[in-house]
Each structure stands twice: as structure tokens, then as C-alpha cells.
């Protein structure tokens, strides 16, 4: 069993920043994907970044070069700096647990996840 939960949500103006946190307890949280997806109103749940339990991280082409997310295992804790924010990043943000696949890969479609967070909003304003 592993207990996810986010926070650092909130409202900003375009090119301002954010940092989101997640923690995700538990004995298996440190060979576990950590994932934030998000959902804008009307859109499908959507992958953002993710890293793995060796820290390799992969971000979607629309934030690359803005966000960096990192992972501290000994307090098994997700962190997402979102720097140069824009009006479409405006969702809830979701933060979820998965085993990696067979390969050692990560996970990138929400169906795939078993824990998941209660959400944190963000709200980009121009």
C-alpha cells in the first residue's frame, strides 16, 4: 500500500512560477514510477512528467526547458518547479504511484497507476 498526497497548488499570472510537492509513503513508494498527470476542464487526464526509482526523468515536449522534477528517496518526496508558466497549463494536477513495467520502464497512461493523489489545482492567469 502507498499513500500519495499533493500540495504547492495555487494562481498565478502567465510566466510566473510554481513549485508542486507530493509525498508518496509506503514500503514500496522508493522502487515505485512517480508520476503528475494533469486534467484541464472538458479534457482527458493527461501525462506531464514522471521519474523513476533511479531518478531518470522524462517530461512531455510542452514543458520541457520550463519544469524540472526531482525526487528525494529518503524522505520520499516528488517535487515539480514549474518555471515560465502559460495560460494552458491551467488543470488540476495529479501526482501517482505505479510499478514500472517488466522493462524497468515507466508508465504513461493514467489506467496504469494504482495510487494516486487527491489533486492540487493550478491556475494560470494572463
Known amino acids: 500500500q502507498v499513500q500519495v498526497a499533493e500540495s504547492g497548488g495555487g494562481s498565478v499570472e502567465a510566466g510566473g512560477s510554481l513549485r508542486l510537492s507530493c509525498t508518496a509513503s509506503?514500503?514500496?513508494?522508493?522502487?515505485?514510477?512517480l508520476t503528475w498527470f494533469r486534467q484541464a476542464p472538458g479534457k482527458e487526464r493527461a501525462w506531464v512528467a514522471l521519474?523513476?526509482?533511479?531518478?531518470?526523468?522524462t517530461y512531455t515536449d510542452s514543458v520541457k526547458g520550463r519544469w524540472t522534477l526531482s525526487r528525494d528517496n529518503a524522505k520520499d518526496t516528488l517535487s515539480l518547479q514549474m518555471n515560465s508558466l502559460k495560460v494552458e497549463d491551467t488543470a488540476m494536477y495529479y501526482c501517482?504511484?505505479?510499478?514500472?513495467?517488466?522493462?524497468?520502464?515507466?508508465?504513461?497512461?493514467?489506467?496504469?497507476?494504482?495510487?494516486w493523489g487527491q489533486g492540487t489545482q493550478v491556475v494560470v492567469s494572463s
Open positions: 521519474v523513476d526509482s533511479n531518478g531518470r526523468t
Open positions: 501517482a504511484a505505479a510499478a514500472p513495467y517488466f522493462t524497468g520502464l515507466c508508465p504513461k497512461t493514467p489506467p496504469e497507476y494504482r495510487y
Open positions: 509506503g514500503s514500496a513508494a522508493r522502487t515505485y514510477c
